[in-house]
């Protein structure tokens, strides 16, 4: 027994030493700290030293663990909660890690393939990926083709595995056949043992099941004959395929072609150690498929041969046929015994359509004794020939099979038995490797791309990659994006997808790297569904950093392409999926990337950034006068200007203007030109125009975050407070971490004096961030008006102090003051506010003062002007404004402006001026 | 067939346990680790986003699954309870170590600082922290265990199995009181052992 180890740093004497690890010496302490223990706290130290008399240490010892259990049973968070709970966020983290690592080592691999092969092919992208191989698409240069490179994992090769896996390569290499998927090349790429495919597009057998369940009995008993006719090709050549699955077999222009002839006794050869074994082995076991093993394959028998093929091509006819596995969705080693002792649930029952003779076929594949299989494939194609001419019910009668089939159909559509087989449960789960495609994901969130690069100043890049595909699924009909800053807020964050789902509202996030090296650009892109954290796609492209434009375009479309199925009856609507939607508007790499700069510095905000994001918009348009996007980036750069930058001559109307109409004169279809000339009309005061403007963008993207903010808070200040409120709420749900969409959404709840939920509205944003100060003048506004004048002069006291330049919560402030009756306080801002240069507005802080003490003529004054009107902007029924509206001059100003009258105002918003 | 011999040697160690024979405890958890890692993987996956892990449910999971393989009616339910809370220390210490693995290097006890011990129920804690807390839990735990075997299996229960008082107690086979008081020495005596004291 090891004694514990002493703490050194401990001074006098220390409760784990080596004396007391003897158990006497433990049982001692236990007993003294017992004893104490059951005292009240204040007798315990009088106990301990009478119970240890003379001995030191002991009473050392036992007052530090007694010291030590009242501390720890005061703290809550000590071994407080289950194991499990303290774990959970964790085991989370650590997913999101392993997943980042593994990205790492298959872009490594990725990498090192196309060293390896750069000759001869270069590496696209990865199809797909399983437990022991990757697949690539490549192409190979020499004949200008498209193939698909397989890779073995390094890990499963045995020592000497190599070379016989390339001997067994070499046998498959020499079958020729139209439903057999042959192999161009094979090799050792610096010890990758990969072989070369030709490039299939469609899609897998298991991908159709999946989608649709079973097949049209004409297409279903087509299928099995291609695929007997390619096995009994393969036998005859000597080759047993040993891994026959739905996975495997490709449909190209609907029809079959296996692939993988071979191959699973070339990865036993690779994978054994060298170990010279007869038939199968244990190894060989393991490389089949459970699902689809022949019970002789699955025990391992020596004497397995060609009719384990016919028992999977019967598990595959079955499930073609009745939409499911036989045996359904079990674990692997249940699935083995169920081949090895279960008869299969009768076929004829699950698929009634299906002619008798073909049902017999399909079950006579599926006996457990291969004996009493048909012995050959040859001999199942010829039974076919049969079976498919004796329809369900007429039996022995030879009949065309397209005719018997459609009449089928129509008979089982007519009485509903049609979509009872098609409801049959998919394929077994466990089984297939590909999830099936998400039932309805209409909402989803594109996370930022990771810079996987390493350097700092390539963040523009990967966040422009982000936005990129942001802009071109924002023109998705039927999907909901959320909105960039709430999905930037989980940007570095490692949290669980299910997390960000519930967060967001969404029901699939898009995320991925991005890595510039010196000339290379690689990406990543997956698909998440936030339901389960499970990936539903992903994929990898590489190319060139001067073919960025292409790789964005790949990236999109299959992004898109990706999704659209999941956009059910819309997909017609979406038009082609293989089109990116939203074109990039510039040909030049160079201005794109200004482009792209400009964006990050606008999407970072601040005066400088801005200021930033505007020279490099501008470089860009002189790069390329035709970049429309340029153009309308600029216009909105120069939209949220005023924001920032004092502009005592209002030249930012001009020049959003000449920037907007010059983009929409490139491209019409810009949502955010549409959204700089709307902010360029309210600053002309224009609110019908703007509000069109703000109309035609959402048309064009109804998920245009800076839209929906924009247009709310137009109507806001034409006083359609409602709509107003429900706009803002479309803002704030879709992007719902966006600081100033939520503080304006409580903006909105103070006109509609609704105040509680102004207030809830506004806490929420501070929750976000504590010191932003839209939402600190929101809550004091609320709690201002709704009744709490106390909170809210220390809400707005603590904001004047964290924020003393801004102008607007001084003059809230001073309303605050005189409502709860802080008379001297109000004072004391007035007069800050009527030195010179004490109001940075402009003179309508000062003119509000004057409110707040009884005289409303200077404010009804600056609020009939037009200039006056710019600086202020925010009317309708903002409740600062409500003894204005017994006014004639402002009601008739307003009208003008087409603000409606607000009926909400009260005569006077505060309590008189008392005498104290 | 291997299983089979691994089955008689579950029933042998769940009838020992039921006679109380000593160490049957130490026996069974080995043999019943791999069922209970695999419900204890699929719980923590399934509810590692909600932050609401339950043990309970799992430990009634993995206790059904036993039942259900030997066919042991028999089995005292609340005595398996500890056997499924040993096989979650090690899930989840054993996922914690493959994490640290490389970080930490060195011999000796570890430690933890103040504000990670004490912060369990704190969403600011790293997920590193997290990890190491656990580590160094069970291997201060392994030092407890050989000073007094019964507050080590009183902090398994309670800490990694999720289990009540009550049924800490039913599954040691010693009375609440027991308990509480081993629950209230234990962590004391681990705190004193896991904190940094370093300046």
């Known amino acids: ?916 | 067939m291997a299983p089979v011999a691994e089955q008689q040697a579950i029933t042998e160690a769940l009838l020992d346990l039921r006679d109380g024979t000593p160490g049957a405890l130490d026996r069974l958890v080995p043999l019943v680790y791999g069922d209970l890692a695999r419900v204890a993987h699929r719980q923590l996956g399934l509810e590692a986003d909600g932050h609401t892990l339950s043990t309970t449910a799992l430990v009634h999971e993995a206790y059904l699954r036993l039942v259900d393989q030997t066919r042991a009616q028999w089995v005292d339910r609340a005595q398996f309870f500890a056997v499924a809370a040993g096989a979650m220390r090690r899930v989840l210490v054993d996922h914690a170590r493959r994490h640290t693995a490389g970080r930490r290097g060195g011999v000796g006890r570890r430690t933890v600082s103040l504000e990670a011990l004490e912060a369990a129920d704190s969403t600011e804690l790293a997920a590193s922290d997290r990890a190491d807390v656990l580590v160094a839990v069970d291997e201060a735990l392994e030092r407890l265990a050989s000073l007094d075997p019964r507050q080590a299996r009183v902090v398994e229960c309670r800490f990694f199995g999720g289990l009540t008082e009550a049924e800490t107690a039913e599954a040691l086979g010693v009375t609440a009181r027991t308990v509480t008081r081993d629950w209230v020495k234990a962590r004391g005596w681990l705190f004193q052992e896991l904190r940094d004291d370093a300046p």
Not at chain 1, 749 to 755: D, G, I
């Open chain 1, 1 to 916: 027994m090891t004694p514990p180890e002493g703490k050194p740093h401990v001074a006098p004497v220390d409760a784990g030493s080596e004396s007391a690890s003897s158990s006497g010496r433990w049982r001692e302490i236990q007993r003294v700290v017992d004893g104490a223990l059951d005292l009240p706290p204040a007798e315990r130290d009088a106990f301990v030293s009478e119970a240890c008399g003379p001995d030191v240490a002991l009473s050392v010892q036992a007052r530090q663990l007694l010291e030590a259990c009242e501390r720890a049973a005061g703290s809550d968070g000590f071994l407080a909660g289950p194991a499990g709970a303290f774990a959970a966020p964790m085991i989370a983290e650590f997913a999101v890690q392993d997943a980042a690592a593994a990205a790492e080592r298959r872009a490594a691999l990725a990498d090192a393939l196309q060293v390896a092969l750069s000759e001869r092919y270069v590496v696209e992208r990865e199809l797909g990926r399983g437990g022991m191989a990757t697949v690539y698409l490549a192409r190979d240069i020499r004949h200008e083709r498209a193939v698909a490179v397989k890779v073995l994992s390094r890990d499963v090769v045995a020592p000497g595995g190599a070379a016989r896996f390339l001997q067994e390569i070499r046998t498959a290499a020499g079958l020729t056949h139209p439903h057999v998927l042959g192999v161009h090349d094979s090799g050792d790429a610096n010890g990758l043992l990969y072989y070369v495919m030709p490039y299939v597009e469609g899609e897998t057998l298991r991908t159709r099941l999946s989608r649709e369940g079973a097949l049209p009995l004409a297409e279903a008993v087509r299928l099995v004959r291609e695929l007997a006719d390619a096995l009994a090709y393969a036998h005859a050549h000597g080759i047993v395929h040993r891994d026959l699955k739905p996975e495997n077999v490709l449909l190209a222009g609907g029809h079959a072609v296996v692939a993988d002839f071979g191959i699973a006794k070339a990865l036993a050869a690779a994978t054994q150690d060298g170990t010279p074994r007869g038939g199968l082995t244990s190894a060989g076991v393991a490389l089949g498929t459970p699902a689809y093993m022949a019970p002789e394959q699955a025990v391992g028998d020596a004497s397995t041969d060609h009719r384990a093929d016919l028992y999977a091509l019967g598990v595959v006819a079955y499930e073609a046929l009745a939409g499911a596995h036989p045996f359904g969705a079990r674990a692997p080693q249940a699935l083995v015994v169920a081949h090895l002792t279960e008869p299969p649930p009768p076929l004829g029952a699950r698929r009634p359509d299906a002619p008798r003779s073909l049902v017999a076929l399909v079950t006579q594949l599926l006996e457990k004794d291969p004996a009493a299989r048909p012995q050959s494939a040859d001999a199942v194609l010829r039974a076919l020939d049969g079976a498919t001419a004796a329809p369900a019910g007429t039996p022995s009668r030879r009949r065309g099979l397209r005719l018997a089939t459609a009449a089928t159909l129509l008979a089982a559509a007519s009485v509903g038995g049609y979509a009872v087989w098609k409801r049959a449960p998919g394929p077994p789960r466990g089984v297939a490797d590909t999830a099936p495609a998400p039932a309805a994901i209409r909402t989803v969130a594109v996370l930022p791309f990771v810079n996987t690069g390493g350097a700092a100043a390539d963040d523009f890049f990967s966040d422009g990659m982000t936005d990129e595909l942001a802009h071109a699924l924002a023109r998705l009909p039927g999907l909901r994006l959320a909105g960039r800053t709430s999905s930037y807020a989980f940007k570095g964050k490692a949290i669980a997808a299910q997390e960000i789902g519930r967060v967001l509202d969404v029901g699939a996030l898009v995320g991925g790297t991005v890595r510039r090296a010196s000339d290379r650009l690689r990406i990543t892109a997956q698909l998440v569904s936030t339901a389960d954290g499970k990936v539903l796609w992903d994929s990898s492209y590489q190319s060139g950093v001067g073919d960025v434009f292409a790789v964005q375009d790949e990236v999109t479309r299959a992004v898109v392409a990706a999704l659209t199925p999941a956009l059910g009856d819309r997909r017609g609507a979406a038009g082609t999926p293989s089109a990116p939607p939203g074109g990039r508007g510039t040909t030049d790499a160079e201005a794109y990337e200004l482009y792209l700069k400009g964006r990050y510095y606008f999407l970072e905000r601040g005066a400088a950034n801005i200021a930033r994001s505007i020279a490099h918009y501008r470089l860009a348009v002189a790069r390329d006068p035709a970049f429309a996007r340029a153009h309308a980036g600029l216009a909105l750069a120069y939209g949220v200007l005023p924001t920032y930058v004092v502009d005592p001559t209002d030249s930012a109307a001009a020049l959003i203007t000449a920037s907007a109409r010059r983009a929409l004169a490139l491209d019409s279809t810009l949502a955010d030109a549409h959204i700089g000339l709307a902010m360029a009309l309210v600053h002309q005061l224009r609110f019908a125009d703007s509000e069109a403007r703000y109309r035609a963008a959402l048309a064009l993207e109804p998920s245009n975050v800076m839209g929906h903010h924009g247009l709310g808070v137009l109507l806001l200040s034409a006083g359609r407070t409602d709509e107003a409120v429900a706009e803002l709420r479309r803002a704030t749900q879709l992007d719902p971490l966006a600081k100033s969409g939520g503080s304006a959404f409580a903006m909105a709840l103070v006109h509609a004096r609704r105040f509680p939920e102004a207030e809830a509205a506004a806490r929420r944003v501070l929750a976000l961030d504590s010191t932003f100060p839209l939402a600190i003048w929101d809550l004091g506004f609320a709690q201002l008006f709704g009744g709490q004048p106390d909170s809210a002069v220390r809400t707005l006291e603590r904001g004047a102090r964290m924020h003393p330049d801004a102008p607007g919560q001084r003059s809230l402030l001073l309303f605050a003051y005189a409502a709860a009756g802080r008379w001297a306080d109000a004072e004391r801002v007035r007069a800050q506010l009527n030195r010179p240069g004490g109001d940075p507005s402009g003179g309508v802080m000062a003119a509000f003062a004057e409110l707040v003490f009884g005289d409303r003529e200077p404010l009804v004054r600056l609020l009939t002007t037009e200039v006056g009107q710019r600086r202020w902007r925010m009317f309708g029924c903002n409740p600062l404004l409500d003894p204005l509206w017994a006014d004639a001059r402002f009601v008739t100003a307003m009208r003008r402006l087409a603000v409606k009258a607000c009926p909400l105002a009260r005569p006077w918003p505060l309590p008189p001026r008392a005498g104290g």
